[in-house]
């Protein structure tokens, strides 16, 4: 089995596909909380016909390694584990591809790495960034670690896994949402908790990094699911603060935008691609920017 290891000696287990393997710009995808490296078969199957694709699985989540430290699992960690795929494979600049977790993860590799990161795909990204919710999600994030270590990774994969962002898939496509379920309940129990409590239940909201996200120069297509409540506004915040950012929001579709909706995604993400890498997606012209606008006096 293929790994990368870390700079802390972290093993990733990680899969990769693609007919020109030596050729184009490389796709890194990085996976959400509920997911692991399989959630991205779609996409590895219909984009690695154009592209080199590689899909790992995060520290915690098997195959990888499960650090026993449970201070090992802070978002930075995470953030370094994606650099450090990419120098295991000796690639230098990659568009990535990351959902939730993994869209936070790749928008810090860009802050942190911007000459590494040649474009990036921000699905479902920001949930708890809303400042009045950032809280109650860190908590929530706590709570939900105790319970993997409690119960186990079957028992969430009924509840956490059966959230409302979540039912949009289960209520579109049910032999889908089962092997996602089937897949979450797999998950090593005490790796999710501490991803749980040190990436989920510490990470900064998005809007500590504006002033940084501002700066960037890197192209980025953001997706968002119009059922996904938790992530619409930071989308909407993204393509606000990012200046070569365009916006996808897919109808009837929650969190799961990779999986609910795979050829359209597949569609959007190909084309986003394709447009980078020759060179036509810049940023936005400031004529097309509208003035803002004044509430009406009273």
Known sequence: MPYAITSDKVRLYYEEVGQNTGQGTPVLFVHEFAGDHRSWEPQLRELGKHFRCIAYAARGYTPSDVPSDKQAYTYRHVMRDCVGVLDHLK???????????????????????????????????????????TEQFHKNAQALALTFEREGAAAVAKTYGNGPSRVPFAIKDARGFAEFTRMLSEHDAQGSANVSRGFQGARPSLYDFESEIRKLATPALIVVGDEDERC????????????????????????????????????????????????????????????????HSR
């Open 91 to 133: 690639i230098d600049q990659v568009h990535i591809v990351g959902l939730s977790m993994g869209g936070y993860t790749t928008l810090q590799v860009a802050l942190n790495h911007p000459a590494r990161v040649r474009s990036m795909v921000l699905a479902g990204t920001g949930s708890g960034s809303e400042r009045w919710y």
């Open 232 to 295: 619409i506004e930071p989308s909407l915040f993204l393509k606000q603060t990012i200046a070569a950012s365009g916006l996808v929001m897919m109808p009837k579709t929650g969190h799961l935008v990779n999986l609910e909706e795979p050829d359209l995604f597949n569609q959007a993400v190909g084309d986003f691609l394709a447009r980078v890498d020759a060179g036509s997606w810049g940023p936005r012209d400031p004529r097309s920017i509208a003035p803002p606008t004044r509430p």
